[in-house]
Nanobody, 126 residues
Framework: VQLQASGGGLVHPGGSLRLSCAAS????????IGWFRQAPGKEREGISC????????YYADSVKGRFTISTDNSKNAVYLQMNSLKPEDTAVYYC????????????????????WGQGTQVTVSS
C-alpha cells in the first residue's frame, strides 16, 4: 500500500493549486481518503475527506468553500483543488487512507486512517 502526494508549490495569495494523491496496492472502492496539513509549530489538521463507499465528503471550516476534493477511480487517485489560497494555508499537506464511512463523522480524525503518504509543501506568499 502506497500513497503518493504531489502538486505542492509556491503560489501567490488568491492563487490556486491542485494536489494529487496517487494510490497503489489497493483500490479506492471501499476506502476513504483524507487530506491533512501541518503548519510549522502547529498540530496536524484534518481538512478534507472523501469516501467512495457512500460518497460522503468532509471539509474543515477553514477550507470550506475554497477547497474541493474529488476522486478519479480510473486513475486510482484523489485530488484536492485549492482555490483562493491564503498565507495561512501554508503547510505540509498529507494524504491518508482509511476504511470508514462516513467522512462527515470520521474524516477529520487522524486515528481513523491506516496509511499515510509523504507530505507535499504548499507555500502561499507574495
Amino acid at each position: 500500500v502506497q500513497l503518493q502526494a504531489s502538486g505542492g508549490g509556491l503560489v501567490h495569495p488568491g492563487g490556486s493549486l491542485r494536489l494529487s494523491c496517487a494510490a497503489s496496492g489497493f483500490t479506492l472502492d471501499y476506502r476513504a481518503i483524507g487530506w491533512f496539513r501541518q503548519a510549522p509549530g502547529k498540530e496536524r489538521e484534518g481538512i478534507s475527506c472523501i469516501a467512495n463507499a457512500d460518497g460522503s465528503t468532509y471539509y474543515a471550516d477553514s477550507v470550506k468553500g475554497r477547497f474541493t476534493i474529488s476522486t478519479d477511480n480510473s486513475k486510482n487517485a484523489v485530488y484536492l483543488q485549492m482555490n483562493s489560497l491564503k498565507p495561512e494555508d501554508t503547510a505540509v499537506y498529507y494524504c491518508a487512507m482509511g476504511s470508514f464511512v462516513p467522512c462527515t463523522r470520521y474524516g477529520a480524525g487522524q486515528q481513523y486512517y491506516d496509511y499515510w503518504g509523504q507530505g507535499t509543501q504548499v507555500t502561499v506568499s507574495s
